[in-house]
Structures are given as C-alpha cells and as structure tokens.
T-cell receptor, first 112, second 114 residues
Framework: GDSVTQMEGPVTLSEEAFLTINCTYTATGYPSLFWYVQYPGEGLQLLLKATKADDKGSNKGFEATYRKETTSFHLEKGSVQVSDSAVYFCALSDRGYSTLTFGKGTMLLVSP | DTAVSQTPKYLVTQMGNDKSIKCEQNLGHDTMYWYKQDSKKFLKIMFSYNNKELIINETVPNRFSPKSPDKAHLNLHINSLELGDSAVYFC?????????????FGPGTRLTVL
C-alpha cells in the first residue's frame, strides 16, 4: 500500500538557518504530494503541493520538488524564523480519491 | 468566519459512554473527511464522504458511525467509548474528491476517555 516516510524529529535550528526535512514515498499510481503544517494547538494547514513529476511547490519561502526518480518530496527553506516552529507533515493522495496518507510528522523548533 | 469548524473542542468522558463530534464547513465543498491523530501525532484517515455518500471507510471499528445530513455537515458518533479512542479527531473538507484537491482542516476535537 501507499506510505510516506519522513525524517524523525525534532529538528532544532537557530533562526536564519537552512532547513531540509526529508520525505520519501511509495505509491502504486501517480500521486499528488503535499506538505501540511500544524502549529501548536491548531489544525493542519496546506503549506504547498505538487501534482506531477518535476513540479515545484512553494509558499512562504518553503519549497519542495516532486522527484519521481527518487520518490522524494523534500521540504526546504533558506532561512527559518522562530514563527516556523511547528510540526510538518508530508502526505500523498493516490487512490482515485483525495484521502491523504500522512508521514509521521517532523517537529521543527527554531530558537532566536 | 471559520471555514471548517468542529464542536466540541475538548471532550472528556468515561469508558463505555456514547459521544458525538460535529463538523461543519462553509466552503461549499462536496467532500468531507474524518481523521484521527494519535498521541504520537500520527494522522490516519477514518472516513470520507462525497455529496453525502460514504466513499472511504478505513477499517474503523463499527462503534464509529459517521453521518452526513447534508454536504456542509459531517458528524461522528462513537458508541461504547474505549481508552484507545483517546485522540485528536480532525474534520476536513475539499472541493471535490480528486487526488490533487487541497483539504482544509478544522481545529480538531481532543477526546479523552477515562
């Protein structure tokens, strides 16, 4: 079945550091890929998405590129802020319906 | 205006009780979902409805019964609550049911079973 694997957290960075959160997937079809973010005490918000190979999703300085050859969708940001502290979820949708299969989430902690 | 709302936000109850969680979306979407997030923050789909019809039921115990009275509402009723049902339950909606559709999540309902 479908699955998503994310790097274990927490990831601890200083403000303005470079961020990479790795995400790889297995899927039987041609999935759409997503990054969702969950701030403390809140629901999930879409951060970015890509729907086909080589697409790059971007939002709020975050980027991720859909790499079919490596089945990856790594999240990057050039300079993190304290306000980026949250849990980040990689997810895919692949079954003809839009139900999401999530990774286990990666907590990001950014200190001033 | 909150796009996807859930009530209650917190629910504390005893084992064996029956409880309901309500979800409403004002986005005009056709598809709604329930997800369960466990204590390790792992999220898993439970149900999906499209135009009030159940389209996904992910091996959830039949103590859980979703009901969609109309396209804007998807409620979750849980019978005979067990300790393992303690989790955060998220409702979500999307415009359609396609693989590329963005889902919009509610704020979650934290259920604690004592």
């Amino acid at each position: 079945g479908d699955s998503v694997t994310q790097m274990e957290g927490p990831v601890t960075l200083s403000e303005e550091a470079f961020l990479t959160i790795n995400c790889t997937y297995t899927a039987t079809g041609y999935p759409s890929l997503f990054w969702y973010v969950q701030y403390p005490g809140e629901g999930l918000q879409l951060l970015l998405k890509a729907t086909k190979a080589d697409d790059k999703g971007s939002n709020k300085g975050f980027e991720a590129t859909y790499r079919k050859e490596t089945t990856s969708f790594h999240l990057e940001k050039g300079s993190v802020q304290v306000s980026d502290s949250a849990v980040y979820f990689c997810a895919l949708s692949d079954r003809g319906y839009s139900t999401l299969t999530f990774g286990k989430g990666t907590m990001l902690l950014v200190s001033p | 205006d909150t796009a996807v709302s859930q009530t209650p936000k917190y629910l504390v109850t005893q084992m064996g009780n029956d409880k309901s969680i309500k979800c409403e979306q004002n986005l005009g979407h056709d598809t709604m979902y329930w997800y369960k997030q466990d204590s390790k923050k792992f999220l898993k789909i439970m149900f999906s409805y499209n135009n009030k019809e159940l389209i996904i039921n992910e091996t959830v115990p039949n103590r859980f019964s979703p009901k969609s009275p109309d396209k804007a509402h998807l409620n979750l009723h849980i019978n005979s609550l067990e300790l393992g049902d303690s989790a955060v339950y998220f409702c979500a909606s999307s415009q359609l049911a396609g693989v590329a559709d963005t889902q919009y999540f509610g704020p979650g309902t934290r259920l604690t079973v004592l």
